[in-house]
């Protein structure tokens, strides 16, 4: 099976103490994933992560089929980066890496997923059809 690599890079025009935290606070995340993913946490939500925290969630990534995850937070490096990856969820292997760094007009925000699909033949298709 294959490693995929997803990376995502965004101009954010603020500051990047104000990016950090904004983006490494769990409470945020329903408001960061598309709406149409319905997504809405199914355990406690603390306010500021930390290394080994595991954030359960629940969302509807794929005609209308809901999926349980579970991600822990794995390094976390303020206000640089951190890391999550899935413990439990659709992927067979998901490591993903947030980096924060000072830029011109603000700070740049780079996302890179590596994953690695379940479903054989199927998980591939999914890759060239629906996630990549």
């Known amino acids: 099976m294959k490693l995929y690599r997803l990376r995502r890079v965004q101009k954010l025009s603020i500051p990047m103490e104000d990016a950090w935290r904004f983006f490494s606070s769990p409470l945020n995340l329903p408001t960061i994933t598309p709406p149409w993913m319905k997504f809405r946490n199914t355990g406690e939500v603390p306010d500021r992560m930390f290394p080994g925290m595991l954030i359960r969630y629940r969302l509807t990534p794929i005609l209308g089929i809901p999926i349980s995850w579970i991600t822990e937070i794995t390094h976390v490096d303020p206000p640089h980066s951190f890391v999550d990856e899935q413990r439990f969820g659709p992927y067979r292997?998901?490591?993903?890496?947030?980096?924060?760094?000072?830029?011109?007009?603000?700070?740049?925000?780079?996302?890179?997923?590596?994953y690695r699909l379940k479903y054989g033949i199927l998980g591939g298709l999914a890759v060239q059809w629906l996630i990549g």
């Open 93 to 114: 292997f998901w490591h993903h890496h947030h980096l924060f760094r000072p830029a011109a007009e603000g700070t740049e925000m780079i996302d890179t997923v590596h």
